[in-house]
């Protein structure tokens, strides 16, 4: 074998054992973040096309005014609105300190027998500030009220 078909063969190892790792590195990447990626919904999506009971997301809205009831231990139930649908939510836990009543709010969790079962809640961080998620749903519904406006 001359010099030059060796070099061309080292080359093209190198070039098939990168692109198996690069196939390896992706399919690792994309297995670790099967329960990691969340999407979000809104309380009008979540009515209109429900997901399977196993199926983990994000529900965001507002706290609907007058459903807050807070049972006996942990369990807090509440609903969640956009102004076009309202979803029934079961939350056993500690709730974030500024957690109220038409506040915004986004919980993550499943759509289980028509109730969403929060296994986490996060509510607003200060008085303007609200998730981009549940502007645009409430937007959609014709609910959002800029307060800067």
Do not use: C, W
Request: charged share 25%; hydrophobic share 40%.
């Amino acid at each position: 074998m001359s010099l030059k078909s060796l070099k061309k063969k080292r080359r093209i190892q190198v070039v098939a054992l990168a692109a198996v790792a690069l196939v390896v590195s992706t399919v690792l990447i994309g297995y670790a973040m099967r329960d990691g990626i969340n999407f979000f919904r809104s309380p009008s999506q979540l009515v209109e096309a429900p997901p399977t009971p196993n199926e983990t997301f994000r529900l965001g809205g507002l706290v609907e005014e007058g459903t807050l009831i807070r049972g006996d231990g942990h369990e807090i139930r509440f609903s969640v609105t956009d102004g076009g649908a309202s979803v029934p939510v079961v939350f056993a836990g500690v709730l974030p300190d500024l957690f109220a009543e038409n506040q915004g709010m986004v919980g993550t969790g499943r759509y289980i027998d028509g109730v969403f079962q929060a296994s986490e809640i996060l509510a607003k961080h200060d008085e303007t500030y609200m998730p981009k998620e549940v502007i645009d749903a409430l937007k959609e519904q014709g609910v959002y009220e800029d307060p800067n406006s």
